[in-house]
């Protein structure tokens, strides 16, 4: 049952920090809940591991289904217990962790977490001094506006708390955004203090597709990949697609497609027409989370400039999975062009869906 005595309060703009910080440990070490401040909203904070504490959730949040995120005071502290976290990950964390960004991530043993670092100092250091990851949804009842100030605090959640620490008006008052990390895109959940927009222009991934001269393999799996993502998003609004680019290893200058390239895309209702080949920059690569390579040869030359470049985390893969190179059509008569194009276009699908992929995909 709830706690009949009113909760111990602390106010952070008078009160010792570490006697607040003493006291919301102890009472989260016995299972009791803790409303703490975010920059976002006010939470409740609770420990995971403490079955009296899911128990004190479950009254104060009743019908909630889905499970709560859980603050942290870096990735390390759970480190332990995620899947790979993709590379499209890293810019979102490096902008905006911490702060009022939820990161959805995949767990070893399946299944998914929301993970955030409190932008709040307190919050942050209680974190660090209990030692483990909380429970931390936002302190008000099923269907409530989220408090931005302990004033605002429901009365009818405090039976259901042990300690309320005042830390000011929260310095941005809503929610954070949610956002799911893709192998090379983001699926954005929710959005909240940090809008699509600002996704967009900070941590849009980008991939790059590689061939020797970019005027015919490379530019045409770009048009036919860059549209394969964009019938992805038509399908699912909540995606955002990777920027796509292609580049090539042995350009001597900005040459025009080939035109039996641009016949074959024309064929395939894209256009080739503007475009000039461009060569491979190592500097690019420590921004770009995938690149796709048309021949084994093109995949161990990018590995290489993707060492030397400090970009571990770049992963060079070949355009067919199946590891076979995409023969060089160049020089040849039209008919070659036409058979490349067809099948860049059928894995460029294939790709749209592994990159991009459904939200219950295993």
């Known amino acids: 049952m709830p706690a009949m005595t009113a909760p111990a309060r602390f106010d952070l703009s008078r009160d010792d920090p570490r006697v607040a910080s003493a006291a919301a440990a102890a009472a989260l070490e016995r299972g009791e809940l803790v409303v703490v401040p975010t920059e976002t909203v006010y939470g409740v904070a609770a420990r995971e591991d403490r079955p009296a504490a899911l128990a004190r959730l479950a009254r104060l949040k009743p019908g909630r289904h889905a499970p709560f995120s859980l603050a942290v005071a870096s990735l390390e502290m759970v480190a332990g217990r995620l899947a790979p976290v993709p590379a499209t990950a ?24 929301g993970l955030r670092v409190p932008g709040h100092a307190w919050t ?5 001094e209990v030692g483990v990851p909380l429970l931390l949804p936002s302190a008000n009842l099923p269907g409530a506006p989220p408090p931005v100030d302990a004033a ?3 009365p009818a959640v405090l039976p259901h708390v042990a300690v309320v620490v005042d830390g000011g008006r929260a310095a941005l008052g809503e929610a954070s955004t949610l956002v799911a990390p893709l192998p090379a895109g983001l699926r954005v959940l929710r959005e909240g203090v940090v809008s699509r927009t600002d996704l967009e222009r900070h941590a849009r991934p980008r991939v790059l597709v590689v061939c020797s001269g970019n005027t015919c393999r490379s530019p045409m799996g770009e048009q036919l990949l860059r549209r394969a993502l964009e019938a992805r998003v038509l399908e699912d609004p909540a995606l955002l697609a990777p920027r ?3 580049r090539g290893l042995h350009v001597g200058h900005a040459s025009p ?3 039996e390239a641009v016949i074959a895309l024309d064929e395939l ?6 475009h000039e080949a461009r060569a491979l920059d190592p500097a690019e690569l420590p921004g770009t989370c995938l690149v796709l390579c048309m021949t084994a040869g093109h995949r161990a030359a ?3 400039a993707a060492a030397l470049a400090g970009s571990p985390d770049t992963v060079v893969a070949a355009f067919d999975p199946s590891g076979e190179d995409i023969a060089d059509p160049f020089g040849g008569p039209l008919g070659e062009y036409r058979v490349v194009a067809r099948r860049l276009a059928q894995l460029a699908r294939d790709w749209a869906i592994r990159l991009l992929p459904p939200e219950n995909a295993p």
């Open 90 to 113: 890293g810019p979102l964390m490096r902008r905006w962790w911490p702060g009022p960004l939820t990161l959805v991530l995949a767990l070893r043993d399946g299944g998914s977490v």
């Open 269 to 274: 209702g894209l256009d080739l027409g503007g």
């Open 302 to 304: 990018v590995a290489t």
């Open 257 to 259: 497609a080939a035109d």
């Open 244 to 246: 796509i680019a292609s």
């Open 152 to 154: 605002a605090i429901d």
């Open 124 to 128: 942050r250091a209680l974190l660090a």
